[in-house]
């Protein structure tokens, strides 16, 4: 019977040629295919680090930003007081009565937008 020829032997595979059955180059073989599959495996790893730790960051800054949203709201309202207050302290000030066309060119309130 030829090698190879038994149709019950699922398991046998003919050799490729110039290589033996448990030759260096079957060895060299399955350590390239077990390093690659390591390697394989890091990098998924490293990519699910990564992808935690930008998810992390995200949420990070959506608080930070909240918080930034949160003052400049106080800040503006604070304002908007401050310059109702000065309005109406304006007309009872003597010192500014000399003074009111200078203030009026230079005191404003910045506008933000939300």
Same mark, same amino acid.
């Given at each position: 019977?030829?090698?190879?020829?038994?149709?019950?032997?699922?398991?046998?595979?003919?050799?490729?040629?110039?290589?033996?059955?448990?030759s260096s180059d079957?060895?060299?073989?399955?350590?390239?295919? *077990? !390093?690659?599959?390591? +390697?394989?495996? /890091?990098?998924?790893?490293?990519? @699910?680090?990564?992808?935690?730790? =930008?998810?992390?960051?995200?949420?990070?800054? *959506? !608080?930070?930003?909240? +918080?930034?949203? /949160?003052?400049?709201?106080?800040? @503006?309202e604070e304002a908007?007081? =401050?310059?109702?207050?000065?309005?109406?302290? *304006?007309?009872?000030?003597? +010192?500014?009565?000399?003074?009111?066309?200078?203030?009026?060119?230079?005191?404003?309130?910045?506008?933000?937008?939300?």
């Amino acid at each position: 019977m030829a090698q190879g020829s038994d149709s019950n032997d699922t398991s046998y595979k003919s050799p490729s040629p110039g290589s033996r059955p448990g030759s260096s180059d079957d060895v060299k073989k399955v350590m390239r295919r *077990e !390093k690659n599959r390591i +390697a394989a495996q /890091k990098s998924r790893m490293r990519q @699910t680090q990564k992808a935690d730790s =930008l998810h992390l960051e995200s949420e990070n800054l *959506e !608080k930070e930003n909240a +918080a930034l949203r /949160k003052e400049v709201k106080q800040l @503006t309202e604070e304002a908007k007081y =401050l310059s109702s207050v000065l309005s109406s302290h *304006e007309p009872l000030c003597t +010192a500014l009565a000399h003074h009111s066309n200078y203030h009026h060119q230079h005191i404003t309130v910045p506008h933000y937008q939300h």
